[in-house]
């Protein structure tokens, strides 16, 4: 009877130990937001301070791209408005001297027609005379016309240059490097001196005192998590050695997928799981890519 007691008791303790809670309700992997800077313009590198490791604050610029020939084309189009605008006429000077024939043409057709009034000069005279100051006017009529075409094109001419030194402007801009956001180089791509093409990677730069861990939970744990929720994160260094932080759930999916072969979740018979974030704040010794677990 003893015996069986002592049996019987055993079971009692495996089973107990076989309901043991788990450390944690899901597993996953230590990610930071990571940003690539690629070159925006064709050229030497003139100028680089990129160190692998190295911390940047956003917009501070690390480098430059070769900026002689932008220069140069800015400086060329610059020329080309002052030519512009040399050309530009004076209408005053231009129109004077029709104006002043105009000003005499009328004087004699208003003393024409007093001395035809007066019977003093035939109407032809003040035919003529009224003929003349139409022909006047015409001519004044044309100049300004010319003249104002003649001004409009050069003035789109030097609008049109004004644009291509914007567009210019804009790409000198692009010619200086700097890092978009605050963080922590990871990789860098390229040397001082090398020529680099529009398009080409330089670094990648990750903001790692802000991390999170992606994890993955089944439907029926979904249905106590929230976001904003308060949870506990290990970060798994191997041998049992963890470390606890505090988190927070900063994101999780709207569809579901199917279950990560990496990742263990609660319950691992799950086909479908839903992705979730926890965002970290990191104390310099999570690293990217590590393991780690979450308990909610």
């Not at 899901?26 to 100028?47: N, P």
């Not at 003349?132 to 409009?152: D, H």
């Not at 030097?158 to 210019?168: H, K, M, N, S």
Request: proline letters at 2%; glycine letters at 6%.
């Amino acid at each position: 009877m003893k015996k069986i007691l002592a049996i019987a008791s055993a079971m009692l303790i495996l089973a107990a130990c076989g309901k043991k809670e788990k450390e944690f309700d899901a597993t996953g992997t230590f990610e930071a937001t990571e940003t690539t800077v690629y070159a925006e313009q064709s050229g030497t590198l003139v100028s680089w301070n990129v160190v692998e490791g190295k911390e940047m604050a956003a917009k501070e610029e690390v480098g430059l791209i070769d900026t002689t020939q932008i220069w140069l084309n800015i400086k060329q189009l610059e020329a080309m408005k002052e030519v512009y605008q040399s050309q530009k006429p004076d209408k005053e000077k231009q129109i004077a001297a029709t104006r002043r024939q105009l000003d005499k043409a009328e004087q004699e057709l208003r003393r024409y027609r007093e001395l035809v009034a007066e019977g003093a000069a035939p109407s032809k005279m003040l035919d003529d005379a009224d003929s003349q100051v139409q022909v006047l006017q015409k001519q004044l009529e044309a100049q300004m016309s010319s003249l104002n075409t003649g001004t409009k094109t050069l003035d789109k001419q030097i609008a049109a240059a004004d644009v291509q030194i914007c567009a210019l402007n804009d790409q000198l801009k692009k010619c200086h490097i700097s890092a978009p956001v605050g963080g922590t180089v990871l990789e860098k791509y390229v040397e001082y001196g090398e020529f680099v093409a529009t398009g080409k990677p330089l670094f990648k730069i990750a903001d790692i005192n802000n991390m999170f861990i992606r994890a993955y939970v089944t439907s029926s744990q979904l249905q106590h998590i929230k976001l904003g929720q308060t949870v506990k994160v290990y970060a798994d260094y191997g041998d049992g050695q963890k470390k606890t932080y505090d988190g927070f759930v900063s994101w999780i999916s709207s569809s579901s997928e199917f279950t990560p072969k990496t990742i263990l979740t609660d319950d691992e018979r799950a086909d479908l799981v839903y992705a979730i974030r926890v965002a970290v704040k990191n104390d310099g010794y999570i690293k990217i890519g590590m393991y780690g677990e979450v308990k909610f």
